[in-house]
């Protein structure tokens, strides 16, 4: 069954069900000028300012939010929302929130960490024995340093801190 779900000036049919969330599809019905430009990807005129021609991208994310960027004056997801009558949360599926996305956990081998500190031990003894003989201690030495006090801080952290 076609229905359509999209702006008032120019309409093009959709079929329920095809993937778009009832987020998107409530979302789209109340933007103008919308056309699709790709899988799940469309742009409209923003209706947070006077747009004549359509400079809001919209797109559904992996986890069913409705992603909407603003080209024309760079509008607020929340004036955009608040314009069409809506407010964020009716953007997003009952079941996700910025608050319950868990971030990847990143698993780490204690082999290869304990590699990375030796080899950053022996860097530094090499560069202790340079500043030792009067050499001055380069950028890309002091990047290296830093960067080896920062594995050093992930690998504590992995430990389980200090």
């Known amino acids: 069954m076609e229905r359509r779900a999209v702006g008032n000036d120019k309409e093009q049919p959709t079929k329920k069900g095809m993937g778009m969330s009832a987020q998107l599809e409530a979302f789209l019905g109340r933007l103008q000028k919308v056309r699709k430009t790709g899988k799940s990807n469309w742009m409209a005129c923003c209706p947070a300012h006077d747009d004549k021609t359509p400079s809001l991208t919209v797109s559904e994310g992996t986890d069913g939010r409705v992603l909407v960027h603003c080209f024309g004056q760079q509008c607020s997801v929340a004036d955009i929302a608040e314009a069409v009558g809506l407010e964020i ?10 608050h319950r996305i868990k971030p990847k956990e990143r698993v780490y081998n204690a082999m290869d960490v304990l590699c990375a500190i030796r080899s950053d031990l022996y860097h530094s003894l090499i560069v202790a024995k340079d500043l030792q003989a009067g050499k001055v201690l380069s950028g890309e030495e002091s990047l290296l340093f830093a960067q080896a006090i920062g594995r050093l801080e992930v690998a504590i952290n992995l430990a389980g801190g200090e």
């Open 89 to 98: 949360s009716d953007l997003m599926p009952e079941n996700v929130g910025f």
